[in-house]
């Protein structure tokens, strides 16, 4: 005989499927009012229904990953914010967010596209930014076939760089390949020119997963070309167990480091570096090695630490200026901890906020002041012409480099600049460096091709576009 | 954990039942029972026109694939009583030998390569099962640890199995069986049912037949199934490599239905203790189980997530309501788990034992 109670749980467990599996056809209108709006955004009213654009944010503020999530996804939000109260909107429309949660797990990551692809109440989504590799490569034949960007800013596929057979991926402003590239043309300036490279010898300390690897092909390219030897040290993840890559450093007393790590790596290298005594002023990190995240944690052993970076930190530049005045003061502001706005993941999303509203503006002016679909936007990502006359309209001299995007062209950057830990705050040491990135095009039209075949897509002919 | 022995009943041989006809053997309840199949079979095949891409991409897509790998685990779990967490590594082996096996035989039919990926992963269960005939327990997860570790590295390390593709990654190739083409998300979950619904009847047959009461007699006491004749070497391989079959298929779905992009790192330890979770909530050595588990674990998440959103987005920090999710969903999995320790499947055969009974009491 059971004795078992009916536990109370199963209606509860039903009702929980029931409803997720309900959420049929009328997707939009329930996901409305499900995927209500993030604090501090304008509740979207019914009459200004067709008066908005509508951005998805597949934020991560929990998890391993969230110092990067919400900050990112926090100076997002309160550059859409400023956009709103200081100018109106964009032409008069007015920009919408809702968050959904990632945690930086794929699966997440596709749930939430799906989730939010649709728009919200009927504003439609401009552009998809999940700010993750692993989501990314899992978003790129699910936003070419929905016609919405998917934007991957410094980080992603380096041969979605190629917009003929990406049409809808751009890695915005630093693919991996400029990367290497311009920190080795950094070494080169230190070094009092390229050709004083002859004989140095460079070693990369990378963290093992295809992110670390995938400039390995690059570094030994420029190692060929200007007669360097470079070492590549795998450190597996995620990272805490270091000791046997330093004592290798130590044999072999590279004249610099480049540090391609991610999260834990970083601070961990950089204590290793202070044990063996290895000068930090000579370790390079790079775009995932650059947060104040990355070297608080290792103290004293990060003071003189470099960095690269497409968006230096500070509160100095008249964007943020005004978001502090229009946004913070008003107490609008996204961030929890507002101490954070200003650094190195913060500054990022208002880059991030900078180009995607661009974006925007540049497809109105094509197609008219009105919510624009995803390939309209798409338009737009690939005619941003932002020259230094724009920079200074928007604010935003040296925390964004002048970039221009084209059909074939979906990077469009591909310089950084160099930043110095100084034991309180990165000091950016450098100005615009440039990647050689006549160098790389080739490499990464091979890549995109090979992928093209294997694929079966159809290549596009930007001049036939362009003449459209 | 042990299944409940029914005694054996003897059927009368001396008077043999009165003939009957067809029709009138088939009795009411059979008709039910048939017509409930029949109903249940054609509402999975015209799902797609039900439901929007939303349910079908982020839900059910993964909600299979992820039950096949339940079914790989509990065969090696829940049935034959060996601890593994290296699921996500014959994952990921399935899911690139499927790949490299589509890149270099240019032409190779999507199912021959999902079932080549299945293979590879059986041989790779098979091997790394190899210490189970030694070592059990606690000392076997150490020895399927090692299996997650070292096939994530070899695929990061060695470029080939990625195609030498400067990302690393490996991409479905276009999905279609023979000219149907399945590239659309109804084709997906259509791909995903064609290969779950035989392999799930498969394992229901496997796990009531010969092969299956061997794994569960060393499951319940490995001597005495010596003892009576079972080779107990045998059955434990057999269940890591009929296991890991199911994984590795599992593994492609994931990875050409699903994802359509995968990195080596996407098979890592989350998912192998994913997937034992999986086994573990839905109920051991339950087939069902790994259906009900993976429902669990999937769309549980997403409708905490949607409640809460509703509930409070707009007054609670968004990571503070995603902490909160976490925890509800947490101290669910705990009150689930001691409340009834066999899982779910257990939970739902008793629901409806007692729903029979109450029809009974009212009546």
């Known amino acids: 005989m ?30 409305a009012v499900l995927a209500s709006p993030a604090p501090g955004t304008v509740s979207p009213g019914k009459e200004s229904a067709g008066k908005e654009q509508y951005f998805p944010l597949q934020s991560y503020r929990v998890g391993p990953y969230a110092a990067g999530g919400s900050g990112f996804f926090g100076g997002f939000i309160d550059y859409m914010q400023l956009v709103n109260i200081r100018d109106g909107g964009v032409n008069g429309i007015k920009l919408t967010w809702s968050e959904c949660e990632t945690e930086y797990v794929v699966e997440r990551g596709v749930e939430c596209y799906e989730r939010l692809k649709g728009g919200l109440n009927g504003a439609p989504a401009a552009a998809m930014n999940p700010l993750s590799v692993g989501i990314a490569y899992a978003l790129i034949d699910k936003a070419t076939t929905d016609k919405i960007p998917l934007i991957t800013i410094n980080h992603g596929r380096t041969d979605s760089t190629d917009g003929r057979v990406f049409p809808y ?10 990367e290497i590239s311009a920190i080795v043309n950094y070494i080169g300036q230190r070094s009092g020119g390229l050709d004083h490279l002859r004989g140095k010898k460079i070693a990369v300390l990378y963290h093992g997963s295809p992110y670390g690897k995938e400039t390995q092909p690059i570094v030994e390219l420029l190692a060929q070309k200007y007669g360097f030897a470079s070492t590549h040290l795998e450190v597996p993840h995620p990272g805490t167990e270091q000791e046997s890559q330093w004592l290798q450093i130590k044999k072999l007393a590279p004249d610099w480091i480049i540090l391609r790590g991610w999260g834990i790596m970083n601070p961990v290298a950089l204590k290793n570096a202070a044990k063996i005594g290895y000068p930090v002023d000579h370790i390079i990190g790079n775009i995932w090695s650059n947060s104040e995240e990355d070297v608080i944690p290792a103290g004293a052993a990060a003071t003189g630490f470099i960095a690269i970076t497409t968006h230096p930190s500070g509160r100095q530049f008249p964007v943020l200026q005004d978001v502090d005045k229009y946004v913070l003061s008003a107490g609008k502001g996204n961030m929890t901890d507002p101490k954070r706005v200003g650094t190195g993941y913060y500054n990022l999303g208002i880059n991030n906020g900078i180009l995607n509203v661009e974006a925007v503006r ?11 679909t995803g390939e309209q936007v798409r338009w737009g990502f690939e005619h941003i012409h932002i020259d230094d006359a724009r920079l200074k309209e928007l604010g935003a001299v040296g925390l964004l480099q002048p970039i221009e995007l084209s ?33 790389l095009r080739p490499i990464i039209e091979a890549s995109s091709t090979k992928y093209a075949t294997e694929k079966g897509i159809a290549v596009r002919d930007c001049d036939a576009e362009a003449r459209l | 954990m042990r299944i409940e022995a029914t005694p054996w009943s003897e059927p009368n041989t001396s008077t043999p039942p009165p003939r009957t006809s067809l029709f009138a053997r088939a009795s009411g309840r059979a008709v039910v029972r048939i017509a409930l199949a029949a109903g249940g079979t054609g509402l999975l095949l015209v799902l797609p026109l039900l439901v929007d891409d939303y349910v079908l991409s982020a839900v059910l897509v993964p909600l299979l694939a992820l039950s096949l790998a339940g079914i790989g685990q509990n065969f090696v779990t829940g049935y034959a009583g060996q601890l593994s967490v290296g699921s996500a590594a014959f994952m990921s082996v399935g899911a690139f030998a499927a790949y490299d096996l589509h890149l270099h035989l240019h032409g190779t039919p999507l199912l021959v390569s999902l079932a080549f990926g299945g293979v590879s992963a059986a041989a790779a269960g098979a091997l790394f099962g190899l210490p189970s005939l030694r070592i059990r ?41 023979a000219t149907v083409d399945l590239s659309s998300p109804g084709g997906h979950y259509w791909l995903s049912l064609l290969v779950v619904a035989p392999l799930t009847a498969a394992a229901y047959n496997l796990a009531r037949g010969r092969i ?45 239905a699903y994802l359509g992009t995968v990195e080596p790192h996407g098979f890592d330890l989350d998912r192998s203790f994913q997937i034992l979770f999986i086994v573990i909530v839905g109920g051991l050595g339950s087939i069902a189980g790994s259906f009900l588990g993976a429902a669990f674990i999937v769309l549980f998440p997403i409708f905490l997530d949607q409640l809460a959103t509703f509930v409070m987005g707009g007054s609670v920090d968004p ?22 320790p066999a899982g779910l499947a257990r939970l739902i055969e008793i629901a409806w034992l007692r729903a029979r009974r109450w029809t009974l009491r009212s009546a």
Not at chain 1, 169 to 178: A, D, G, H, R, T
Not at chain 2, 154 to 160: E, S
Not at chain 2, 220 to 237: F, H, N, P, S, W
Not at chain 2, 248 to 256: C, P
């Open chain 1, 2 to 31: 059971l004795r078992t109670r009916a536990p109370g749980f199963v209606p509860f467990l039903a009702a929980a499927l029931l409803t997720t599996a309900c959420r049929s056809r009328s997707e939009n209108a329930s996901a």
């Open chain 1, 169 to 178: 991926v751009f890695p915005l402003s630093l693919n991996p390949y400029s």
């Open chain 1, 362 to 372: 540049v497809a109105q002016a094509k197609f008219g002041n009105k919510p624009l």
């Open chain 1, 407 to 439: 059909c074939s062209d979906h990077e469009g950057g591909g310089a950084v600049r160099f930043e110095q830990w100084d034991g309180k705050e990165f000091k950016v040491i450098s100005d615009w460096i440039k990647a050689d990135r006549a160098l």
């Open chain 2, 137 to 177: 327990g606690f000392y076997l997860v150490a020895s399927t640890l090692a299996a997650q570790f070292f096939v994530e590295w070899l695929f990061t390390k060695v470029g080939w199995f990625s195609g030498n593709s400067a990302s690393g990654v490996i991409t479905a190739p276009p999905l279609s069986i």
């Open chain 2, 212 to 256: 299956g009461r061997a794994w569960m007699a060393v499951r319940d006491m490995e001597t005495a199934a010596a003892v009576v004749g079972v080779r107990t070497g045998q059955a434990k391989l057999l269940a890591f490599a009929i296991g890991s079959f199911y994984c590795g298929v599992a593994g492609g779905l994931w990875a050409f």
């Open chain 2, 319 to 340: 990571g503070v309501l995603q902490n909160i999710d976490k925890i509800i969903f947490g101290g669910l999995v705990i009150a689930l788990l001691a409340k009834q």
